[in-house]
């Protein structure tokens, strides 16, 4: 069911209730996403912070994410988009960013994939590491040129949600952050490696993808996310 089209993502709610995946058309790029798990902070929560590294360390630091968090879906939920970026392929290296305390990285290697999982806060990758010895757990700022390890070195990179959190921090030194991050990412693929990016909104993200992969497909599936509500997630499927 995966790429089902759909002639406006703006139609009434009520018309898209049982709505699974589908295309999205060149009118839907208004969407700015919201914040999901970040309703847990209560009236403190500054959004310009989801983009610091302090706020990361801090917030795993203090339990908000207890032990897992799956932003947007779970991985079984977003799993046929995933088996269909591996192209049948049953090893792949892949690069998961923004890895967070996810089950995604378990996941993957257990369908049989080397996965390297990444992420700004060096609080969660050291409870990673204790949680999954046999894993790889790198901290590291994607954004950072040259971060990701050798040019070329991955055949798929999977984002759930990483790339939001410089989006919508909603200020111009983190939007360029997220512009780093695309480049950077780039680089870490091997040609025709893919970004498989799955996000909250549309604003900003299709064209910095677009100036630097030669295709970008997007789509969106709608379902209900950890904290059981139901939300539009978007599916960018970026080839080099």
């Known amino acids: 069911q995966v790429g089902r089209t759909l002639p406006n993502l703006l139609q009434p709610a009520s018309r898209r209730a049982s709505a699974r995946p589908h295309t999205m058309g060149a009118s839907c790029g208004c969407s700015t996403g919201c914040g999901g798990g970040l309703a847990l902070f209560g009236s403190t929560f500054r959004q310009a912070a989801i983009g610091e590294k302090s706020y990361w360390d801090a917030a795993y630091a203090a339990g908000r994410y207890k032990d897992t968090y799956e932003w947007l879906q779970t991985s079984e939920e977003l799993w046929p988009y995933i088996s269909r970026a591996v192209e049948g392929r049953s090893r792949c290296r892949v690069l998961h960013v923004g890895c967070g305390n996810s089950e995604l990285g378990k996941v993957l290697a257990e369908a049989g ?11 969660v990758i050291e409870a990673m590491r204790k949680r999954h010895p046999d ?7 994607c954004a950072e040129a040259g971060a990701l390890g050798p040019a070329g070195a991955y055949d798929l990179c999977i984002d759930k949600g990483a790339l939001d959190a410089l989006v919508e921090s909603y200020t111009d030194a983190m939007l360029e952050r997220a512009k780093c991050m695309v480049k950077e990412i ?3 693929l091997r040609p025709n490696g893919q970004y498989l990016l799955f996000s909250n909104g549309t604003q ?3 064209p910095m993808l677009e100036e630097h992969f030669r295709e970008v497909e997007a789509e969106y599936c709608e379902g209900y996310s950890m904290d059981l509500y139901r939300k539009l997630v978007f599916v960018y499927l970026s080839k080099k």
């Not at 894993?135 to 700022?141: G, P």
């Open 113 to 123: 994939h080397e996965v390297v999982n990444v992420d700004y806060s060096g609080v």
């Open 135 to 141: 894993l790889q757990w790198v901290q590291a700022d």
């Open 186 to 188: 780039h680089r870490a």
């Open 204 to 206: 900003h993200r299709k």
